[in-house]
């Protein structure tokens, strides 16, 4: 099994700051892509951030200068630093995991329970 624990969501104004942090936990071998989906109401789940193991990082356009996404590899932890948030940034935000296991099968794409980010006008 794989878990992932996150945590940092919560109500602010427009213009102000959230910081989101996912950790990994389990039968983990190695953790390739690690980042952030968000799904507002009616809308799809869409990307919002991703880091690669190899350091390469991927952002949707709408947030790109305002969300920084960073990882620590030996905590199997990745944190989201949003910055000058908007009302429509107002989703609840999943982590996801592509991880190697230590355990059949091998490859897994673990997904945590979301986290409610609101921004407020």
């Known amino acids: 099994q794989v878990q992932l624990a996150e945590s940092g969501g919560g109500l602010v104004q427009a213009g102000g700051s959230l910081r989101l942090s996912c950790t990994a936990s389990g039968t983990i071998l190695s953790i390739n892509d690690m980042g952030w989906y968000r799904q507002a109401p009616g809308n799809e789940r869409e990307l919002v951030a991703m880091?690669?193991?190899?350091?390469?990082?991927t952002y949707a356009d709408s947030v790109k200068g305002r969300f920084t996404i960073s990882r620590e590899t030996a905590k199997n932890t990745a944190y989201l630093q949003m910055n000058s948030l908007k009302p429509e940034d107002t989703a609840v935000y999943y982590c996801y995991a592509a991880v190697t296991r230590t355990i059949l099968p091998r490859d897994y794409d673990a997904w945590g329970q979301g986290t409610q980010v609101t921004v407020s006008s």
């Open positions: 880091g690669s193991s190899n350091g390469y990082t």
